[in-house]
């Protein structure tokens, strides 16, 4: 019907990034003509496709087994049954067990790359998607009938249009801006580094998350006797701790850290990403909205960003069936619907990351009775664990248990 109005897709996808891609397979068996643009020539140069760790939280497992993206992924995930949260200086430690709660995991890790290579897998079966890579957006134009894109020559040169059209293009979209949508920012100072180590502990399927003056430092368990590693440095002291030989940058983690997850006996290839919050005042336009980065890019702490853009994906694609997929209340209720998970989500990354940055004493005297709080008192550590988990607002069918 898209097509006989004029319109070359009922909704349009631009971006082939995770959230992007979570959202195609999410409509698959729908009825949708849906186009997906992607500047990548290949999946592994789409956004995301990387080496990063992703802690994925158990509604997030929930939805892409759902989805049938779980079973393509080359390697398991890594099962998440404790977390021990701290911070240097203070007193107190938030320790959290899934098993104490009734569940066997809090959530799991898994590589960026292999999650994007199982959804390309779980892409090629997707009914009515059409892909358009490599495809650059050179302008977005907003209607009242349907938004019009324009692709650079190289792909053709086409407009194409549709009825709802997806931002799902990064934190510095393109999109957004056409749409007229203003986003609020804050820099964070900070770089992170991210790379693989090794400690002469096998990993326990303890998440380790150690707050210092200088930034968050974590561990994640890996599949393979591993943890992924995550260290926030000042962004101008960055390029010095990417110089770093192996030797010197497995000392330089160990200061930062500690302990507790025992000696680091090696490292791997190190990578680099700022760490910035930049959040958009709304999610909906007439006939489009926002998805991924382009709605909110937040800080890593909590491992919170993937986990809430897979959300708003399930949400939005439990919302389209039938109708017109562009509907101003539909739009409507899919944001009024996402407000207190986004929000609360939000407040719990930026919060925390500015908090546990604040070295003076009062803030130190606070952040130790909390730690201590939370680490005697299960009424209070309830709800924290609960987030972590993907449970926050209304939760989206796929990401409930057993779905």
Known sequence: MSRELGFDHDILILGGG????????????????IGQVEASAAAAGAPGFDERKLALAAASLNALAALDVLPRLATPPAPIRRVHVSRAGDFGAVRLEAAEMGHDAFGGVVLARELGEALESRLATVQGLERYRPATVLEVTPDADGPRVRLDPASGGRELRARLLVAADGSRSLARAALG???SEHDYGQTLVVCSLATDRAPDGTAWERFTDQGPVALLPMAGGHYGAICAVARDQADAVLALSDAAYTDYFQQRFGWRAGRVRRVGKRSAYPLARIVADRLVAPRAVLMGNAAQSIHPIGAQGFNLGLRDALALAQRLDGGDPGDAARLADYA??????RERTLAFSDGLARATANAGFPMHVLRSLGLLALGHLPGLAAPLAAGAMGYRGQVPDLSRPNA
Not at 25 to 33: I, P
Not at 336 to 341: A, F
């Open 18 to 33: 995770l959230v992007g891609s979570a959202l195609a397979c999410a409509l698959d068996g729908r009825g949708w003509r």
């Open 181 to 183: 949508i203003g986003a």
């Open 336 to 341: 009024q619907s996402r407000r207190e998970d």
